[in-house]
């Protein structure tokens, strides 16, 4: 069974740099195909896709905040971090990771399961 | 960047009525899009994936159709759970992008 948990900060500053860890379990980021995303949704919106990091260490942003994004993996630890600067108000949102990879098929294709989320809100 | 639009953003039916929702892409995505639902407070479920095939799991009475820039979502009988927001999401090209949802509530 695959799950996924985020956590991090709850409540950062405007200007400081966010660090999120995605732990998971049931599936490696060492096999070949598997990745792991970042996806976020601000109160009562829509999901927005951030980052992306593969089994071979290839990494995909979000052209919307790649200057802002950093996205890793500890294959050993189990875990990505995610890493964003410079954070605003309008970063206030819930984040969530998710697997890509493990299944069979064309299902692999798609964000499957998902963590949980977590709630971080941007505020001094 | 390819945009998902969603109709309708609210779609008000009964338990037992048949929901029919809708993405459109702005250029094509093959068949390389997936549908999602997310109840309050949780994490979006996959429903359907490339277009058309159900994730393990899911009831028969959900179904996917379309091709190029045009994808329904169908519930042939709703359940009480399944009033929820709906999203679509496309992977034919970088970056990933998501539809802005459709609330499906009760009448």
């Known amino acids: 069974q695959i799950t996924l948990k985020e956590s991090g900060p709850t409540l950062v500053k405007p200007t400081q740099t966010l660090t999120l860890t995605c732990s998971f379990s049931?599936?490696?980021?060492?096999?070949?195909?598997?990745?792991v995303g970042w996806i976020r949704q601000p109160p009562g919106k829509a999901l927005e896709w951030l980052a992306l990091i593969y089994w071979n260490d290839d990494k995909r942003y979000s052209p919307s905040q790649n200057d802002r994004l950093t996205i890793t993996k500890d294959t050993s630890k189990n875990e990505v971090v995610l890493t964003m600067t410079n954070m605003d108000p309008v970063d206030t949102a819930s984040y969530f990771c998710?697997?890509?990879?493990?299944?069979?098929?064309?299902?692999?294709?798609?964000?499957?399961?998902w963590g949980q989320g977590i709630v971080v809100t941007v505020s001094s | 960047e390819i945009v998902l639009t969603q109709s309708p953003a609210t779609l008000s039916l009964s338990p037992g009525e048949r929901a029919t929702l809708s993405c459109r892409a702005s250029q094509s995505v093959s068949s390389y899009l997936a549908w999602y639902q997310q109840k309050p407070g949780q994490a979006p479920r996959l429903l359907i994936f490339?277009?058309?095939l159900r994730a393990p799991g899911i009831p028969a009475r959900f179904s996917g159709r379309g091709y190029g820039t045009d994808f329904t979502l169908t519930i042939s009988s709703l359940e009480p759970e399944d009033f929820a927001v709906y999203y679509c999401q496309q992977r034919a090209t970088w970056p990933l992008t998501f539809g802005q949802g459709t609330r499906l509530e009760i009448k």
């Open positions: 490339d277009a058309a």
């Open positions: 998710a697997h890509m990879g493990t299944a069979p098929g064309p299902r692999s294709n798609y964000f499957d399961p």
């Open positions: 049931g599936f490696s980021l060492s096999t070949s195909g598997v990745s």
